[in-house]
């Protein structure tokens, strides 16, 4: 005979599966975020002082004025594509813990960390004539902050 203090207990799954339901509504929403953010969103030096205490950029000033540069030479569209394909993708990825993941209020931080990807601009992506490590550079750096700003906004 067994003893049940010693019972193993399996737990439930700690989430239900992911619904399509659920990742469509966050993407929309985040879809809106980084759109306003991307097109209309504050280049106010005291919110990119904020980024840059957040994510231990250089002096504010100098990365106002990168982002700034950056708002001219980049297609801003394709920005708000590549990001909004990627919050999809990584809510996708969550699959079955994705509910665990809003419970916990992780979403802002899926997209915030979107910023942290080591990634080229696509084709068409820059409007000047850059060097590419340049052009990498802005690229990566307007799509960081869009991110981390849309992100700050999280509903």
Known sequence: MRNPAFAITVPAPLARPRRPLEVGAIVATAAAL?????????????????WCAEVGGVDPR???AALRHARRVIVIDLLVADLIANVRARLTAAGELLPALIA??????V????????????????????????????????????????AVRWP
Do not use: C, K, N
């Open 34 to 50: 980084i759109r306003d953010e991307a097109h209309l969103g504050s280049l106010a030096l005291e919110d990119v002082a904020g």
């Open 62 to 64: 100098l990365e106002h």
């Open 104 to 109: 916990r209020g992780g979403v802002p931080r």
């Open 111 to 150: 997209i915030a960390m979107l910023g942290l990807d080591d990634v080229d601009p696509p084709d068409g992506a820059i409007t000047a004539s850059l060097p590419p490590r340049i052009a990498r550079f802005y690229w990566q750096r307007l799509r960081a902050y869009v991110a981390w700003s849309a």
